[in-house]
Structures are given as structure tokens and as C-alpha cells.
């Protein structure tokens, strides 16, 4: 069964500190994996995008890594900000079926001062 | 360049109601997905349009749901009768022509049903 799962569920940082999320998944055939910011009372925003020969890719604080071959994804934000307390969704699609997301949980990060 | 528009932002309504939850797509996108958000399930997708053309609707809880795309810079999902347990958070996003594009999301229309 294709899975995602995230952990850890919840968690609290003050600022300024690092963090790092945790992304497991279980889909096959692989097609590419996704972090999206969601905001309270707001949609996901796409943060990163990885295809199966990527190991790394930044965006700005945000470093996302791929391990295909443990089927394992991990999202660095350094330097935290009270603006990055939001949930964070792992998000990982199938091969040549572009509509077929599986979609983790998410982690919900808390920035405090 | 505005995004994706959803409307009502917010819905509470009794039980065996209907329910009409409307979705503006990006300029020239051409794909367009309806999900639901609960604290259990996180996101759940239930139907996608290619073009106007429903391709996955596998998602679809049972037949009071229905979507539909008029044309395509529009889309609706409705519920009858609405239950309690639709109470959720219902998303529509839209991608461009690329299918490896990032899905834009609206920010949602909280439904809650008494």
C-alpha cells in the first residue's frame, strides 16, 4: 500500500533554532516527492520539488533531502523563524499517473520566541 | 496575477442541506483538483479534472458528492444531502499544462455541518 508518513507530528522550537522534518514513504513507482507549506486557514504552498536523481535542493532557509534508495526525505529549516510555524506536508506522486498524490499528515511546527 | 479563488470561505449549515462550494482556477491552467482536510485523514484528494474532464473521481465519498467544471476557468463540488460527518475543509487547486507542476492551492472553505 502506498504510504506517506511524517514525524514528528508536532513540534516546538524557539527562534532562531534549527529543525528537521522527517518524511517515510512507501509509493512505487516513484515519481517525484514535494514539501508544501500550509499556514493556518490558508492552502499548501509547494516549498520544494524532487525527482528520483536529486539529493538536495534549497530554497532560501529550507533545505530538502531524497534518499530513494531508503525511500527517505528529510526538510532542513535553518534558522527559524516565527513565520515558519505552520504545518509542513510531505507530498509524493506516483509514476505516469500524475493525479495519484499520496499525501502524508504533516508536521506542525511551532516557532516561539 | 490572482489565485485560486474559493468561495464561501466559511459554510455552516444543518444537516440534509445542500451544499455548494465553488472554485476559480488560475489564468490558463488546465488541471484542476477538489480535496478534503480533516485533522485525522490530513489531505485526501477527490476528483480531478483534466481539461473539463473528470479523470479520478475514486476519491469521492459516495454519490451526494459531485463536481463539475462548466468551463474551464470554473468548477463546482457539491454535497446533498450534506451529513455531519462532511464537516471538513474542503481545497480546490489548480496546475498549469506541465504534469509535474506544483498544485496552487485556495485557502479553503471550512464546512461544518450541525
Known amino acids: 500500500k502506498n504510504q506517506v508518513e511524517q514525524s514528528p507530528q508536532s513540534l516546538i522550537i524557539l527562534e532562531g533554532k534549527n529543525c528537521t522534518l522527517q518524511?517515510?514513504?512507501?509509493?512505487?513507482?516513484?515519481?517525484?516527492l514535494r514539501w508544501y507549506k500550509q499556514d493556518t486557514g490558508r492552502g499548501p504552498v509547494s516549498l520544494t520539488i524532487?525527482?528520483?536523481?536529486?539529493n538536495t535542493k534549497s530554497n532560501g532557509r529550507y533545505t530538502a533531502t531524497l534518499d530513494a534508495d531508503t525511500k527517505q526525505s528529510s526538510l532542513h529549516i535553518t534558522a527559524s523563524q516565527l513565520s515558519d510555524s505552520a504545518s509542513y506536508i510531505c507530498?509524493?506522486?506516483?509514476?505516469?499517473?500524475?493525479?495519484?498524490?499520496?499525501f502524508g499528515t504533516g508536521t506542525r511546527l511551532q516557532v516561539t520566541l | 496575477d490572482a489565485g485560486v479563488i474559493q468561495s464561501p470561505r466559511h459554510e455552516v449549515t444543518e444537516m440534509g442541506q445542500e451544499v455548494t462550494l465553488r472554485c476559480k482556477l488560475i489564468?490558463?491552467?488546465?488541471?484542476l483538483f477538489w480535496y478534503r482536510q480533516t485533522m485525522m485523514r490530513g489531505l485526501e484528494l477527490l476528483i480531478y479534472?483534466?481539461?473539463?474532464?473528470?479523470?479520478?473521481d475514486s476519491g469521492m465519498p459516495e454519490d451526494r458528492f459531485s463536481a463539475k467544471m462548466p468551463n474551464a476557468s470554473f468548477s463546482t463540488l457539491k454535497i446533498q444531502p450534506s451529513e455531519p460527518r462532511d464537516s471538513a475543509v474542503y481545497f480546490c487547486?489548480?496546475?498549469?499544462?506541465?504534469?509535474?507542476?506544483?498544485?496552487?492551492f485556495g485557502d479553503g472553505t471550512r464546512l461544518s455541518i450541525l
Open positions: 479534472f483534466n481539461n473539463n474532464v473528470p479523470i479520478d
Open positions: 507530498v509524493v506522486t506516483h509514476t505516469g499517473t500524475a493525479s495519484k498524490l499520496t
Open positions: 487547486a489548480s496546475r498549469g499544462t506541465a504534469q509535474t507542476g506544483p498544485q496552487h
Open positions: 524532487m525527482t528520483f536523481s536529486e
Open positions: 489564468s490558463g491552467h488546465n488541471s
Open positions: 518524511c517515510n514513504y512507501t509509493v512505487s513507482p516513484f515519481s517525484n
